[in-house]
Nanobody, 123 residues
Framework: QVQLVESGGGLVQAGGSLRLSCAAS????????MGWFRQAPGKEREFVAA?????????YYADSVKGRFTISRDNAKNTVYLQMNSLQPEDTAVYYC???????????????WGQGTQVTVSS
């Protein structure tokens, strides 16, 4: 069982930056591919970014955030991050981190989810 706790959300003006963190429980954090998703009001949850297990040398992003967001991981801290730059009002959503027990790449299925953190971007 893996527990995930997100933090770092908040209110920011358009063009600003935020860094989200996701702290994971468990001793095998480094073995999990990790992902970030988001859900805006009235919309379905959508994929944002993913990072591979181990050293996290592989990443991939949704087209909508490519070049603006960066996913990274610190296995010593059992934490995955999402650095978000050049934020726009359309980035407003609840952001969730997720862990997968499947070592496949790119990772499509996730097994554990956090409770989410709200990101609001004002224009």
């Amino acid at each position: 069982q893996v527990q995930l706790v997100e933090s770092g959300g908040g209110l920011v003006q358009a063009g600003g930056s935020l860094r989200l963190s996701c702290a994971a429980s468990g001793r095998t954090f480094s073995s999990y591919p990790m992902g970030w998703f988001r859900q805006a009001p009235g919309k379905e949850r959508e994929f944002v970014a993913a990072i591979s297990w181990g050293g996290g040398t592989r990443t991939y992003y949704a087209d909508s955030v490519k070049g603006r967001f960066t996913i990274s991981r610190d296995n010593a801290k059992n934490t995955v991050y999402l650095q978000m730059n050049s934020l726009q009002p359309e980035d407003t959503a609840v952001y969730y981190c997720a862990a997968s027990i499947r070592r496949t790449w790119p990772t499509r299925e996730y097994d554990y989810w956090g409770q989410g953190t709200q990101v609001t971007v004002s224009s």
